[in-house]
């Protein structure tokens, strides 16, 4: 069965450096999400993106943050600066359109220190 | 706007024993919900969702919920639960017009032997 997936599962970092978090999202799917995850928290909805674009983001999704899809596979989140409070689970997700059910990937955790 | 309750952080259970995980959502227009489960430093996977037609959904597992429009609620069942339950289990909506799933804060299963 066709899955997304992560990589690295854990990442670890200085506050400051810059981090690029990957996915490779389900091969047919068009729609490509990223979400967050704070310790103990809610899962929070961070941008989409289709047809090479964002499509919609939230607030949390601030000029730190960049998503880029760089080639057929790959979709990827940058965050340029981190900060202590970036620590958290990042998702991956992805579907066939903005109607259908979202398949997450296993995640990235993201360590600021 | 859309947004998604779950009154219960915690329920602990019995193994075998009945339960039912309570899910509210609000929203102007159609919806599609959908319960996601977490076990233990795990990622997200779909346990089961409702998109159209027959408002009684099940999983593969033994769970189900019913879409009450009138209530706006979907809440999530099992007859019997098995220790292997446990894990955090987490309501979400997606609106028309809507790209971002909005997950609930989580209610976390205890199986209890």
């Known amino acids: 069965e066709p899955e997304v997936t992560q990589t690295p599962s854990h990442q670890v970092t200085q506050m400051g450096q810059e981090v690029i978090l990957r996915c490779v999202p389900i091969?047919?799917?068009?729609?490509f999400y990223w979400y967050r995850q704070i310790l103990g928290q809610k899962v929070e909805f961070l941008v989409s993106f289709y047809n090479n674009e964002i499509s919609e983001k939230s607030e949390i999704f601030d000029d730190q943050f960049s998503v880029e899809r760089p080639d057929g596979s790959n979709f990827t989140l940058k965050i340029r600066s981190t900060k202590l409070e970036d620590s958290a689970m990042y998702f991956c997700?992805?579907?066939?359109?903005?109607?259908?059910?979202?398949?997450f990937g296993p995640g990235t955790r993201l360590t600021v220190l | 706007a859309q947004s998604v309750t779950q009154l219960d952080s915690q329920v602990p259970v019995f193994e075998e024993a009945p339960v039912e995980l309570r899910c509210n959502y609000s929203?102007?227009?159609?919806?599609?919900l959908f319960w996601y489960v977490q076990y233990p430093n795990q990622g997200l996977q779909l346990l089961l969702k409702y998109l159209s037609g027959s408002t009684l959904v099940k999983s593969i597992n033994g769970f189900e919920a019913e879409f009450n429009k009138s209530q706006t609620s979907f809440h999530l069942r099992k007859p019997s639960v098995h220790i292997s339950d446990t894990a955090e289990y987490f309501c979400a909506v997606l609106s028309g017009g809507y790209q971002k799933v909005t997950f609930g804060t989580g209610t976390k299963l205890q199986v209890i032997p």
């Open positions: 997700a992805s579907s066939e359109s903005y109607r259908n059910e979202q398949f």
């Open positions: 091969s047919n799917h068009l729609y």
């Open positions: 929203s102007s227009v159609s919806v599609y």
